[in-house]
């Protein structure tokens, strides 16, 4: 039934007359991640083929004087050539067809964990001022010390007549807190002729960190047009971020840029800044002209659980009780999704606020009493309840999982993080995580892999912390350990629930796919996705996985994605989320795949990279698919 569903939507659904190309991050300026391609099928795609594999030796799995390497880097389209930015900060352009180098250029930046604890890239953006020319046509590329150089997208040379000779020193514009360079890991959006930069620092380190601050320069002089800032004037010093760390939307139609908001600093406390942050936690529409705000929708009040918005969201135009919508659907770490009017961020389903879990905050906090709900679409997540306990991991724990739910506070999502102990759920990673949704917009069905994660939490005393620490070299890697909020009374510790044998505590599955129409907030489906692969065993199908990365949707009804643990890219089918094509990769794939139209033939393009909140595996492949000629 909900093929037939589906089926019928898509077909009655009008044509697009959108170019085959995959320019963006996420697809298109919209964050649609929605290609018109349509050779790929539910009933082809099992014949895909491996046409060409490129390892491009820029990986470092942290072992010798190198960071370790993590390559999250969507491909990127456009003017006939396939562009990549490595973790190493390099452009490759790369021939689609054969995956021939084309060009090169290294940034020669330092390979320095300045923010992160690994060497990080997501990927080029791309621009073109539609003219023949040097420069004409260009990539940019930005690096952990807070670069943004600029290329010819023919050439590779740089573009001398962009600020200075190319390159673009961002964190001339650090000017608060000055802690940490203004990292630039995922590549700007661009919109018209406005490159727009969010930037990435240092999370659960300072209480007093750099304010978080959007940037929009000239496309082709790098000239600083505006800056907006998403803390209040009277407060930016005490604390920090409520930076935009994700991918943008924009609409180059009406020259909006649509902007997911991060959580203020210190992550897990907020007794310095008890002062309204309105634009924290958000999403916020920016008009790119002018950089004025136009609306903001706050998602978190007073966030003091790290849930990021931290993916683009999507635009569409909907049909709701019979009158079309301009909409936009933003997903959440807290396993939300928000449907708003595109122009005034109303909410297009029931919105309230919910009273909210108080009990077991630390007393030199000021929670919000309410949070805000959405009435549809259901959530990903059960916000009311954890997942109950493995049964096997509790067996061989002795009962330790069972022991734990006497330990730890749980009421609900937005349980407040406590000096007891806390169960997040979601946890950090999500609910949804930076890769985002899939959006037909012919059809208004939204696709999203999510993944089910119980974290503990608990404050530290800053004394009882500093000796702890002092005693204790788990600092933290991958989301996991002590951190130090410094400045702030609490440190804290985080770490996923598990038993003494690193197995969950909490029953799968651990990662789900669902399709949603937004039109009337209806989930069509939901069903396990991916495979938790460790220690070298593969779990039951039924377990599903944690997933990092989103999935690309195709006109011909096909999904592909990578995200799992186990380290395969995948073919599913739309209608129903069912997986009919599988192949085994170097590393988790935890970048949204790029699907284009090259000389006539559709191409699926993976970067295969690895990412430690998964598991410690990293690589430096890229992969491209097709049917067989």
Known sequence: MIRLLLTTALSAAPALAAAQDWTTFNGDPEATKYSPAEQFTPENVETLERVW?????????????????????????????????????????????????????????????????????????????????VCESRIFLGTMDAHLHVVDAETGELCE????????????????????????????????????IGWAGM?????????????????????????????????????????????????????????????????????NRTEDIPLATSVTAIDAGSGEIVWSRQLVHHDVWDYDTNAAPALMDLTVDGETVPALVQTTKQGMLYVLNRETGEPIFGW?????????????????????????????????NMPGVSRLADVLSGGQCSRDLDTYLYEGVFTPPSEQGTFLYPSTVGGMQWGGPAVDPRSGIAYVN???????????????????????????????????????????????????????????????????????????????????????????????????????????GVIFIGASMDARVRALDAATGREIWNDLVAAPAVAT??????????????????NSILKPQVADQIVAYALPD
């Open 593 to 610: 795949p790029a699907v284009f139209t090259h000389e006539g033939r559709d191409y699926v393009v993976f970067t295969v990279g690895g």
């Open 161 to 196: 007549e962009f600020s200075d000779g190319g390159i673009l020193d961002v964190n001339q514009w650090n000017t608060t807190n000055d802690r940490w360079p203004l990292s630039l890991l995922q590549p700007p959006t661009i919109v018209n002729d406005h490159v727009v």
């Open 352 to 384: 309230e606020e919910r009273e909210v879990p108080l009990e077991g905050a630390v007393a030199d906090d000021a929670l919000s009493p309410t949070q805000p709900f959405v009435s549809a679409p259901p959530p990903t997540n059960d916000l009311e």
């Open 53 to 133: 594999e490129v390892r491009t030796g820029d990986v470092s799995d942290g072992s010798g004087d190198l960071p370790q390497s993590v390559w999250s880097a969507t491909p990127i389209y456009a003017g006939g050539l396939l562009y990549f930015g490595t973790p190493f900060y390099r452009i490759l352009a790369l021939d689609p067809a054969t995956g021939e180098e084309v060009w090169s250029y290294d940034s020669q930046s330092t390979l320095e964990a300045l923010t992160q604890p690994a060497l990080k890239n997501r990927g080029v953006s791309y621009w073109t001022s539609g003219e023949e020319g």
């Open 203 to 271: 999370d659960w380190t300072y209480s007093e960190a750099p304010p978080g601050t959007l940037f929009s320069v000239n496309a082709r002089t790098g000239e600083l047009e505006w800056e907006v800032n998403f803390i209040p004037d009277e407060i930016r010093e005490q604390t920090g971020t409520a930076n935009i760390w994700a991918s943008m939307a924009a609409d180059p139609e009406t020259d909006m840029v649509y902007v997911p908001v991060s959580s203020p600093s210190p992550n897990y406390w907020g007794g």
């Open 450 to 556: 999510s993944s089910s994660i119980v974290d503990v939490l608990t404050l530290i005393p800053r004394e009882e912390y500093e000796r702890i620490t002092s005693e204790n070299d788990n600092f933290g890697g991958g989301e996991s350990g002590y951190y130090p909020q410094e400045g702030s009374p609490w440190g804290f510790r985080l770490n996923r629930w598990f038993n003494w044998a690193g197995m969950p505590c909490w029953e799968g599955p651990y990662g789900t796919f669902s399709a949603y129409d937004l039109n009337t907030g209806e989930r069509l489906y939901e069903v396990p996705f991916g495979v938790t692969q460790k220690w070298g065993f593969y779990m039951p199908d039924d377990w599903g996985s944690p997933t990092i990365g989103g999935p690309a949707l195709t006109a011909g």
